[in-house]
């Protein structure tokens, strides 16, 4: 059972699991928003999926750069989004959650997105599978032409073996550091 506490951290709330920071309130837009603001796209998407929402940075960060842009955010712990709804103001008319898991919504949804945001943590733990090639396919899969995937991923986690399984389906067009994460930008 994790751990969830709602604390300060760096000066504004957090929503904290087994010791890592996974949101903070995003009520300063991108200024000292972390690795959440490196996640937002330059372009506005036309439909997003967030796999892995948390208490919202990303939805919040998301809507408010572009507006209300249809967003579907798939989590699997409701404690945390009762959390983020009530203390994080998960609340954006333009935001859908399904309370659920990542890998079997990708794998069994007719959806398709133009960008898909992937920030799949417990904690301190990355997803088991996160960069492995049935998730990616599965991506792919529900990808629109011309969409984009970022993919949050800590810098030690970003092994050259996973970022060659991105290269081998995606075109990577950017990987940007941001604190100990490295933000991984790919297209089809």
Request: aromatic share 8%; charged share 20%.
């Amino acid at each position: 059972m994790p751990h969830i506490l709602v604390a300060e951290d760096e000066g504004r709330k957090a929503l904290i699991v087994d010791g890592a920071v996974q949101s903070v309130v995003a009520d300063d837009g991108h200024r000292g928003s972390g690795y959440w603001a490196a996640m937002i796209p330059d372009t506005r998407p036309r439909r997003a999926l967030i796999l892995g929402v948390g208490a919202g940075t990303v939805a919040h960060l998301l809507t408010r750069r572009f507006g209300p842009v249809p967003i579907l955010g798939v989590d699997n712990d409701p404690e945390v989004i009762g959390i983020g709804r009530s203390e994080f103001d998960l609340t954006l008319d333009n935001l859908r959650i399904e309370i659920g898991d990542a890998f079997a919504y990708v794998d069994r949804t007719q959806e398709r997105f133009d960008l898909i945001l992937v920030d799949l943590y417990r904690g301190p733990h990355p997803a088991r599978g996160m960069v492995s090639a049935p998730f990616i396919g599965a991506l792919r899969r529900i990808l629109l032409p011309r969409g984009q995937i970022v993919f949050n991923c800590f810098t030690s986690y970003l092994t050259p073996a996973r970022l060659g399984r991105l290269q081998s389906s995606f075109r990577l067009t950017s990987v940007v550091p941001a604190g100990s994460n490295r933000i991984v930008f790919c297209k089809t």
